[in-house]
């Protein structure tokens, strides 16, 4: 596993390891120690993977588990955004390495989806650093080699692209595509070009969805997500603005998507 020269230009470190926890969890660690950020931390298996709201995420060998360290990024109420770059840079890094093209879609809010399945997921932790400092490590879980069976949503992975859509190939891809999205992104100010590229691969834009949340479901029209990231949705009461959920597609008729450009 290694850094291309463009993002070990940027004075951005990696380590690797056999087996971890977590990375996430030592990404943070080695934050709380006194570590600048810019550190990719990646292992081949995981003991204790989880995603969103603390489930638990299968780690075999085979697949890719890497998580980076970033100190002081932008303001933290920007640091969210930080999953949209995140899910920018992997469909790109997805297509360079398998020319996966339309095949890889982004599911709302931090999930890449392949056939339908998921593929990946996207793990945003933030803490408050001894010093002051407010440190964001952003971990991503991609199926490459195998999926997990019996969830209750369909899962993939990209083993029929065969050894050019190894976690080897795919994770230098997608430190170099993240470091160029993370540079436009620019702390939060060049959010509007991230917004755009995301809503260019999204899953079930213009298309009837159903949004699971703490207070029950809602279904409506997927129009946009907004300038701070939510998902903007059309329903039988009017337009809702929804901050955190689970989304389910094709739960109606599609309708025909606008473009990105077209989306307010």
Not at 164 to 187: H, I, Q, T, V, Y
Request: some cysteine.
């Amino acid at each position: 596993m290694r850094l291309r020269d463009e993002t070990a230009a940027r004075s951005w470190r990696l380590e690797s390891f056999e087996e971890l926890g977590s990375t996430n969890d030592e990404a943070m660690e080695r934050g709380r120690a006194g570590d600048p950020g810019g550190l990719w931390i990646v292992a081949a298996r995981q003991s204790a993977g989880r995603g969103r709201l603390g489930r638990v995420w299968s780690s075999p060998p085979g697949n890719l588990f890497a998580s980076l360290l970033l100190v002081d990024p932008a303001p933290p109420d920007r640091a969210p955004q930080l999953g949209f770059v995140a899910g920018v840079a992997l469909i790109e890094a997805l297509r360079e390495v398998a020319g996966a093209g339309d095949r890889v879609a982004l599911k709302w809010p931090n999930d890449a989806l392949f056939d339908g399945g998921k593929l990946a997921g996207i793990l945003l932790e933030a803490s408050q650093l001894p010093g002051g400092a407010f440190a964001c490590v952003v971990g991503v879980g991609v199926n490459c080699a195998s999926h997990p069976a019996g969830l209750p949503y369909p899962a993939s992975d990209l083993s029929e692209f065969g050894a050019r859509a190894s976690r080897e190939n795919l994770f230098p891809a997608f430190a170099d595509c993240f470091a160029r999205w993370f540079d436009k992104w620019s702390g939060g100010d060049g959010f509007p070009l991230v917004r755009e590229a995301w809503l260019a691969s999204a899953a079930g834009l213009g298309a009837q969805i159903e949004v699971a949340r703490g207070d029950g479901r809602l279904k409506g029209l997927f129009r946009t997500i907004d300038s701070r990231g939510r998902l903007v949705l059309d329903a039988d009461a009017g337009e809702t603005v929804i901050e955190a959920g689970d989304i389910f597609l094709s739960v109606g008729p599609r309708v025909e998507s606008r473009r990105p450009e077209d989306q307010t």
